[in-house]
């Protein structure tokens, strides 16, 4: 008979290793699908300096490194795949992925958002050496140079704002001739000293060999083409989270992301999400480690749930009626003790009061 796990992961980076370390930590049998493409957005990232613990930085990779051996350490089975589709019709649900089926009695969905990018060959070279999709998370490395921020709604706003702390200018450049931004953060940002912008203008290429020293630029009504020297560029034309898997079975809003009911809960009760996939405020690493905290938690504390549900249906079935909780006695009638289920009705009660 194939094999039920406890819970599956959908997807790795911090939300979906760290729910991994807290459920395998607390005995749960653990599966990971960490997907083809494995460690998030930080496989791109370069320094990662804002994460507790690492007070010198360290690489993202690296750190999304560290991150897999310590979900490993605890006893995670893993597999670099992704899953094709889902079955949460009931339980155990099952996950199909390209080695075949899954079983499991509950599921954390952790498989973030990707940054819109241009799509440009050049700027994909050039990732992690002056393109970034995350201020907050690489401003800090272009102190008193010249970058660029490309969009127009309140994001791009936001970025352009954060980086006038660190640059020595921001330049904005927007397809159209006006804003998206609401009007607040329009006005932030044209009252900003630090802040230019260029309209009606897309990137044509990013320039530079081994790291960005400037920007090709085209027109978009006129066609004329002209070049801005910059050290970097940032991408603020929004993120899709990674949830088409998903579609008219787990609750979203408009924009994908998935919504929760309850803390980590879904809509479908034994699923769970954690991570960028639920989160398009922050979109830190940090933040999105807590999320898989959380799940792991959730998850657990859902599945006791289930077990004494179950024990109680069965005494049911078998005549007993339930009673206040009361001792059992050995064989000799020596000293009383506590049964399992005895045990985790006493756990939860205490769960409860401490509440």
């Not at 804002?50 to 690296?62: K, S, T, V």
């Not at 599921?107 to 060959?121: K, N, R, Y």
């Not at 050290?231 to 079975?249: R, S």
């Not at 996939?277 to 289930?306: F, K, N, P, S």
């Amino acid at each position: 008979m194939a094999k039920v796990y406890d819970v599956i992961i959908i997807g790795s980076g911090p939300s979906g290793y760290t729910a991994a370390i807290y459920a395998a930590r607390a005995n749960l049998s653990v599966l990971m699908f960490q997907g083809y493409e494995t460690g998030g957005q930080l496989m791109q990232t370069t320094d990662v300096e804002n994460y507790p613990g690492f007070e010198e930085g360290i690489l993202g990779p690296d750190m999304m490194e560290k991150f897999e051996a310590q979900a490993r350490r605890f006893g995670t089975e893993m597999l670099t795949e992704d899953v094709t589709a889902v079955d949460f019709n009931q339980r155990p649900f099952t996950l199909t992925a390209n080695s075949g089926e899954y079983r499991t009695r509950a599921v954390i969905i952790s498989t973030g958002a990707s940054a819109q990018w241009l799509g440009l060959p050049s700027e994909t070279r050039l990732k992690g050496r002056g393109v970034s999709a995350c201020a907050t998370c690489d401003g800090f490395f272009f102190k008193k140079k010249d970058v660029a921020v490309v969009g127009g709604g309140d994001t791009a706003m936001e970025e352009a704002n954060f980086l006038t702390r660190y640059a020595n200018h921001v330049t904005v450049i927007h397809r159209r001739d006006s804003l998206r931004a609401s009007k607040i953060m329009q006005d932030r940002a044209f009252k900003n000293p630090k802040i230019s912008f260029v309209w009606d203008t897309e990137v044509a290429e990013v320039l530079g060999d081994e790291e960005v020293n400037g920007l090709r630029l085209s027109n978009l009504k006129t066609g004329e083409e002209s070049t801005l020297p910059v050290q970097g560029l940032f991408l603020a034309i929004g993120h899709k989270p990674n949830t088409d898997l998903f579609k008219g079975v787990i609750d979203t809003d408009k924009a994908g992301y998935i919504v929760p009911s309850e803390f980590t809960t879904t809509n479908i009760p034994g699923v769970f999400a954690a991570g960028d996939v639920t989160d398009h405020r922050y979109r830190q690493a940090v933040t999105a480690a807590g999320d898989g905290c959380r799940a792991a938690i959730d998850v657990e504390r859902w599945l006791e749930a289930q077990a004494e549900a179950e024990r109680s249906t069965e005494g049911n079935e078998a005549g007993q009626e339930r009673r206040p909780l009361r001792m059992n006695r050995t064989r000799n009638n020596e000293k009383p003790i506590l049964t399992a289920g005895k045990m985790a009705e006493l756990r939860r009660e205490s769960r409860e009061l401490r509440a």
